[in-house]
């Protein structure tokens, strides 16, 4: 194979051809350039996805009571589910593996007054746990803490927004703010990469928010991580453990789907992965389509080469060359040329998503790239490739004549 | 060196089949020069195809060097014209784009030949045909005659049993024609068995003897008086 005389031959009858080499080199090139293209796309929409949840934990898990639709237990359909405190504990003990964080919500607006400036906002009680399940960023002061929550504190983390809205140019850490007449000390203040909107909330401790309104030890949401290291498929049958648990806790028939809802975000990366995986699938069937293309291309010159070349053939076999080495030459022919054009493409493609590829940052596309698995992956199919292009060639070629070559006709 | 007994070979044309060799013998001893005469048509080349292995016989045996030649693979064939035959063609058939020495090594190439001795080898051989001054020159800088000559350096590099040449002079002027066969006449006064198909009388004439062909069977078989090329030259 490094055979100084058979790379003198190939590189002789690309030099002689060397438009015809260019050009069928071009689309095995052009294929696994769009083959390399279409995966980096597929790739950047991926992360695309996968950057717009990334508000959120991505191992979270979100229970809320809702109506129940069916009538079990000796209870009619139509009933309000209502979380309690005591939910949170039951599942904080019912799972002490599974649950990384976990954080109740009670939700309440507010409308807000610092000296002579106003506003009406939403309020989130809840528990410190919940600065990690939200991935809220303080930019000062801080969030919520345990003694907070023990203490029934009148404290508040408010949105970059309710800041600026609010407090202009002051800084509003250790100020108090009103929150529909009572006075709030602001600990804290947040941003959040998801939107405005999310910027106009306000966090509070939530047995502030229950002792404020009647003492109640309702909770409107329950929020909670998973234990990172699960996988999808472990993380769905611990949400299914959890939906089970909780519906017969609140006696709400299993199969009662308004009852409890139990989101767990792992089920929209489910989609997310499935989707981009149908998307990948589509991107290697075309691009190997177009390669298709390219190496019927490279078949086709080697036929010709062939053709061309059947009276040198025939004398190198009247000469004594086996059919195995014409059947070499052929082969190690095709091979050199699929790989070089081949790897041009890639080199290009490769080039242009360096270049190019970072500065793309959109919700729904970001940083197409290409991993080295692809690039492994795409030089074994290069080398397949040229070897099926030339193996009909390189076959017909052994099977030339040798006569043809004393025939001077 | 050569025997041949009973040799029928018949080609298929359609729903004919044409008898070309209807029972040859014919036997060649070692250092011979042989002519093969006859019309187009008369079966020389088929017969010349067959001692050569490009061709396989119907019936009838051939023997070559004590070796029987007989339902040959593709592989041994090559083995085989590698080893016991050079040939020498009427278009000369060099490669194009090897320079003459590479043409001569081609052969030795064939026969595994380290690239250093092979070169060493194949530059013996050109100079022994007078053109080793052209050893790094492509075919299409050379005359017709150089062009044969190195042909003929290349059939003899692998140092052959027998030489064939099918029409070696059919492209060459009657004056390059005479050096061509006066060199071929000097690697036979060396000992070598060569073989030439020819339908020039002249040509013939300069071999040893002349075997007349003509549809299908030998007529004629005679020893010759050697007329040497060398007097034209």
Same mark, same amino acid.
């Given at each position: 194979m490094f055979d100084r005389d058979i790379w003198q031959e190939i590189f002789n009858t690309l030099k002689t051809n060397k438009l015809r080499t260019f050009l069928t080199g071009f689309s095995?090139?052009?294929?696994?350039?769009?083959?390399? %293209?279409?995966?980096?796309?597929?790739?950047? %929409?991926?992360?695309? *996805?996968? $950057?717009?949840?990334?508000?959120?934990?991505?191992? &979270?898990?979100?229970?809320?009571?809702?109506?129940?639709?069916? #009538?079990?237990?000796?209870?009619?359909?139509?009933?309000?589910?209502?979380?309690?405190?005591?939910?949170?504990?039951?599942?904080?003990?019912?799972?002490?593996?599974?649950?990384?964080?976990?954080?109740?919500?009670?939700?309440?607006?507010?409308? #807000?007054?610092?000296?002579?400036?106003? $506003? &009406?906002?939403?309020?989130?009680?809840?528990?410190?746990?919940?600065?990690?399940?939200?991935?809220?960023?303080?930019?000062?002061?801080?969030?919520?803490?345990? #003694?907070?929550?023990?203490?029934?504190?009148?404290?508040?983390?408010?949105?970059?927004?309710?800041?600026?809205?609010?407090?202009?140019?002051?800084?509003?850490? $250790?100020?108090?703010?009103?929150?529909?007449?009572?006075?709030?000390?602001?600990? $804290?203040?947040?941003?959040?990469?998801?939107?405005?909107?999310?910027?106009?909330?306000?966090?509070?401790?939530? &047995?502030?928010?229950?002792?404020?309104?009647?003492?109640?030890?309702?909770?409107? %949401?329950?929020?909670?991580?998973?234990?990172?290291?699960?996988?999808?498929?472990?993380?769905?049958?611990? &949400?299914?453990?959890?939906?089970?648990? %909780?519906?017969?806790?609140?006696?709400?028939?299993?199969?009662?789907?308004?009852?409890?809802?139990?989101?767990?975000?792992?089920? #929209? *990366?489910?989609?997310?992965?499935?989707?981009?995986?149908?998307?990948?699938g589509i991107g290697i069937g075309v691009g190997f389509l177009i390669l298709i293309a390219g190496i019927v291309g490279i078949g086709n010159i080697m036929v010709f080469t062939i053709k061309e070349r059947t009276k040198e053939i025939g004398v190198r076999k009247a000469l004594g060359a086996r059919p195995r080495q014409i059947v070499n030459l052929v082969l190690l022919e095709s091979v050199f040329i699929t790989t070089i054009s081949g790897f041009v493409g890639l080199l290009f493609a490769w080039i242009i998503l360096a270049a190019i590829g970072p500065t793309i940052e959109t919700p729904a596309f970001s940083n197409p790239s290409v991993e080295l698995s692809t690039v492994v992956t795409a030089t074994i199919i290069l080398i397949i490739a040229g070897v099926l292009a030339g193996l009909l060639p390189a076959m017909k070629a052994a099977n030339v004549k040798p006569i043809v070559a004393l025939s001077d006709k | 060196m050569i025997e041949i007994k009973d040799l029928h070979k018949s080609y298929k044309m359609g729903s004919n089949s044409l008898h070309v060799l209807k029972g040859i013998n014919f036997k060649v001893e070692e250092g011979e020069l042989v002519a093969i005469m006859g019309s187009s048509g008369s079966g020389k080349s088929t017969l010349l195809n067959i001692l050569g292995m490009l061709d396989g016989a119907d019936t009838g045996e051939y023997t070559l060097d004590g070796v029987p030649i007989k339902n040959l693979s593709e592989t041994k064939a090559a083995q085989y014209r590698n080893k016991f035959l050079g040939f020498i063609f009427q278009s000369f058939n060099l490669i194009n784009y090897k320079s003459a020495l590479e043409n001569v090594a081609l052969p030795l190439y064939y026969q595994k030949v380290p690239r250093k001795e092979r070169q060493e080898k194949a530059m013996k051989y050109l100079e022994r045909v007078g053109l080793k001054p052209w050893a790094g020159h492509l075919p299409s800088e050379l005359s017709g005659g150089q062009k044969q000559r190195v042909a003929i350096a290349r059939a003899m590099a692998a140092e052959p049993k027998v030489l064939l040449a099918d029409e070696p002079t059919g492209a060459l002027d009657s004056k390059t024609s005479y050096e061509v066969m006066d060199l071929i006449q000097k690697i036979n006064d060396d000992g070598n068995t060569i073989l030439v198909v020819t339908h020039e009388e002249d040509i013939a004439h300069m071999c040893k003897r002349i075997v007349h062909l003509k549809d299908g069977v030998i007529v004629e078989d005679k020893k010759i008086e050697q007329v040497r090329a060398e007097q034209y030259v």
């Open positions: 095995v090139g052009w294929a696994i350039f769009i083959l390399v %293209m279409l995966l980096a796309s597929v790739n950047g %929409m991926q992360n695309g *996805f996968v $950057g717009s949840f990334n508000d959120d934990a991505t191992n &979270s898990i979100f229970v809320r009571p809702g109506t129940t639709s069916k #009538a079990y237990g000796g209870f009619e359909a139509g009933r309000r589910i209502q979380l309690k405190n005591d939910d949170l504990e039951y599942i904080k003990k019912s799972f002490p593996e599974d649950i990384e964080y976990i954080s109740a919500r009670y939700y309440a607006n507010a409308t #807000a007054r610092y000296k002579s400036e106003t $506003g &009406s906002y939403s309020v989130q009680a809840t528990h410190p746990d919940h600065q990690i399940i939200e991935k809220t960023v303080i930019i000062s002061g801080r969030y919520v803490n345990e #003694a907070d929550v023990v203490n029934k504190a009148k404290v508040a983390v408010i949105g970059r927004k309710v800041a600026e809205d609010l407090f202009n140019k002051e800084d509003p850490l $250790g100020k108090f703010v009103e929150f529909n007449g009572l006075p709030f000390r602001v600990i $804290g203040v947040f941003t959040d990469d998801g939107d405005d909107n999310a910027e106009r909330r306000v966090y509070a401790p939530v &047995s502030t928010y229950q002792r404020i309104y009647g003492n109640t030890n309702n909770i409107n %949401m329950i929020a909670l991580t998973y234990n990172p290291t699960y996988d999808l498929s472990k993380a769905l049958e611990f &949400s299914g453990r959890l939906e089970d648990l %909780m519906k017969r806790r609140h006696k709400i028939d299993p199969d009662d789907q308004a009852g409890l809802y139990v989101w767990n975000y792992a089920e #929209a *990366f489910d989609d997310i992965s499935s989707f981009t995986a149908v998307l990948k | -």
